[in-house]
Each structure stands twice: as C-alpha cells, then as structure tokens.
C-alpha cells in the first residue's frame, strides 16, 4: 500500500521539522514537501499533489487562510490546519472556508495522534468551490433520500404526547463544525429545549468555536459552564479539557477525564447522564465524525425511553460514529443533515 503523501506548511522552520520527525516515525505516512507560506502551499500542491496538508495559519506573503480558499478553487486537497491556540478563532474561520479540522500545534509526544487524524482525513472526499465562498453548509456534502427510519413519536401530525422537559444532546467528531454550521442556524430562537454538544475539539478551542456558531444561530451557542442550569433557546459547548455531564439536580458539571478515556470531552458520559436524568425527554443525536463514542449514550438513551436521530451517509465528511451507532441498534430515525432540524423542532413542539 502507497504511503499517504503529506506536505506540510509552516513558516517556522523549527515547527516543520518537529512535524517531519514525528509524522516520518509513524508508518504508512511520507513528507513530500515542506512549504513556509501560504503561496508555497498553492504551488507545492499543484506540483506534488499531496494527499493531505498540515497548514499554519499566521505566515507571510500569503496567509493561512487565502491559501485554503486557493487551494480549494484549483485543486481540493484535505488540509489539517495546526494552529496556536491563541489564533484559535482564525482556525474556526479556516473550517468555514474548507479545512476539514483544525487543531493545536502538536508536541513532541503527539506523533500517535497526528498521524491517526491525518491517515483518516487524507480519505475525506473534499469539493472544489469557488475563491473566498462565505457559505458554510456548502461544504457539507449534498444529501441523498433519507434512509428508511422509524416515524417520529406521538399522536396527532407526528408530534410526541410530551413535549415537557425536553433536552437535546448532540455528539460529533470529524466534519462535526461543518454539520454544525449548517444543523443550528436552522433552528428558531424559540426553539423549547436547551441544547448540549460535545463535539471532539483540541483543549483551548472551545470558546472560538462557540463564538463562531453564534454568530451564525438565532439561538446562543456559550461554552458550558459548571452549575449552570440549561435554559430553552441557548446551545452549552462542551469545554474539551472535562467531561460534561448532567447530574441529578439537571445541573451541568465537569468531571476529570481518565487516563484510559479515549475521547475528551467524551459524548458517551454526556449521553448516558441525559438518559439518567431526562428519561424519556431525553433526545440523544449524532453527527459526522470516526469512531465510538457516543454508541453506549444512544442506547442507555434509547433504553430509558428517549429519541435518537443520526446523520445519513450522504450528508455525513466521515460517516463513523453514526453508521455504528445505526449498526449497535441505537437509532431511530437516520436523516439527511438538512432534515435534523425540522425533526428537532417537532419533536420538541417548536414551529420551525
């Protein structure tokens, strides 16, 4: 099998050889180039035609960012963008115009890691659009006919019985901020029910990403706090450093991840405390992204009488963690992302 083809762009030349060793230690992966700004990554993909790119963000003569959207109008390429955590709401922005996952800078025990994200990423089917595109849900695949599910609870016009005490929870990994860029604007500010996302995300990035769905929902998207109440009509981020969970007062709360925890946050601890603490009012969905986690939450969520939604295929950057979250019987009704919110809000008793 040929080794994936990595080009890695960074004008620090001390960074690039950090990421040359750790990545060239790791197997089934090969440095093909190495660039120091933004024109050398448009240049050195057309010439070595890479299979993925590590990219930073702050370079001279051509930025970060004009590169992915160069990049993406001559010749689509994954791009991983590795960012200093104090440019983190650049990185957001790199999503929006078409890197597929933004991340820390590693260190010099993260060789493991980067190479696992970029083996997965490098298979990522990416589109060609067009210079400086502003919309976002674009670059989420177009959707394909639902596969067949189960109808949605309740009596009359496909509404549930019980729409009191309503809470939605929402798991994504991979492509999750794209998915979640086009899902929440979606939903009106009258929405009634709170919800929570635990969305696979580096430590110190939770705040941009939050800033970033803001500005693009009705409803307000915070970074979840310890104690809070969740309240109809605001979205609580999960911070990745904890664990969130509910607990039984229906409050949030962090708890310290385990060494052996192999996702932070984890959408497993979150699911499973809302089919706790929620029972059947609990409303489990989830997302793009590679992976577990979150198949043990759907079904504890499932099994105390809640509803649970997945993202179909076609719409799906990585269809992983909702194809086996179908598989283990933990669903009951799969969607086209585009259908997730009209869903939503039915099942919560909420116009659209």
Request: aromatic residues 0%; hydrophobic residues 40%.
């Given at each position: 099998m040929k080794p994936i083809r990595v080009l890695v762009v960074d004008d620090s030349g001390a960074a690039r050889a950090l990421i040359?060793?750790?990545?060239?230690?790791?197997?089934?992966?090969?440095?093909?180039?190495?660039?120091?700004?933004?024109?050398?990554?448009?240049?050195?993909?057309?010439?070595?035609?890479?299979?993925?790119?590590?990219?930073?963000?702050?370079?001279?003569?051509?930025?970060?960012?004009?590169?992915i959207e160069e990049?993406?109008?001559?010749?689509?390429?994954?791009?991983?963008?590795?960012?200093?955590?104090?440019?983190?709401h650049h990185a957001m922005e790199a999503v929006a115009r078409g890197a597929l996952e933004a991340a820390a800078k590693?260190?010099?025990?993260?060789?493991?890691?980067?190479?696992q994200r970029l083996r997965m990423l490098a298979g990522v089917p990416v589109i060609r659009h067009i210079r400086r595109q502003s919309?976002?849900?674009?670059?989420?695949?177009?959707?394909?006919?639902?596969?067949?599910?189960?109808?949605?609870?309740?009596?009359?016009?496909?509404?549930?019985?019980?729409?009191?005490?309503?809470?939605?929870?929402?798991?994504?990994?991979?492509?999750?901020?794209?998915?979640?860029?086009?899902?929440?604007?979606?939903?009106?500010?009258?929405?009634?029910a709170p919800i929570l996302i635990v969305q696979h995300l580096s430590v110190g990035f939770a705040a941009a990403m939050a800033d970033w769905l803001d500005g693009l929902c009705p409803l307000q998207v915070v970074v979840a706090k310890?104690?809070?109440?969740?309240?109809?009509?605001?979205?609580?981020?999960a911070d990745?450093?904890?664990?969130?969970?509910?607990?039984?007062?229906?409050?949030?709360?962090?708890?310290?991840?385990?060494?052996?925890?192999i996702y932070h946050p984890s959408c497993d601890r979150l699911l499973s405390s809302v089919a706790e603490h929620y029972g059947k009012g609990g409303l489990g969905v989830i997302l793009?992204?590679?992976?577990?986690?979150?198949?043990?939450?759907?079904?504890?969520i499932r099994a105390a009488g809640g509803w649970t939604l997945a993202q179909d295929e076609a719409s799906s950057l990585i269809f992983g963690m909702n194809r086996e979250a179908i598989l283990?019987?933990?669903?009951?009704?799969?969607?086209?992302?585009?259908?997730?919110?009209?869903?939503?809000?039915?099942?919560?008793g909420t116009l659209p």
């Open positions: 040359r060793a750790l990545l060239e230690s790791e197997p089934g992966l090969s440095v093909c180039g190495e660039g120091a700004n933004g024109r050398e990554a448009l240049e050195l993909t057309l010439a070595l035609k890479p299979d993925v790119i590590t990219l930073d963000l702050q370079m001279p003569e051509m930025d970060g960012l004009t590169a990049i993406m109008a001559v010749r689509a390429t994954p791009i991983l963008v590795l960012s200093d955590l104090a440019d983190s590693p260190g010099i025990d993260d060789g493991g890691a980067l190479a919309s976002t849900t674009s670059l989420v695949p177009q959707t394909k006919p639902a596969l067949q599910s189960l109808p949605l609870p309740g009596a009359v016009g496909g509404r549930p019985e019980n729409q009191d005490e309503r809470l939605i929870a929402i798991a994504s990994s991979t492509g999750g901020p794209q998915a979640l860029a086009a899902l929440l604007p979606q939903l009106p500010a009258t929405l009634a310890s104690g809070e109440r969740p309240q109809p009509g605001r979205i609580y981020l990745p450093a904890q664990h969130l969970i509910l607990s039984a007062d229906r409050r949030l709360r962090y708890v310290e991840p385990d060494a052996r925890d793009t992204g590679m992976g577990r986690d979150g198949v043990r939450g759907l079904l504890d283990a019987g933990a669903i009951a009704q799969v969607l086209p992302l585009d259908q997730i919110a009209g869903a939503l809000c039915r099942l919560v």
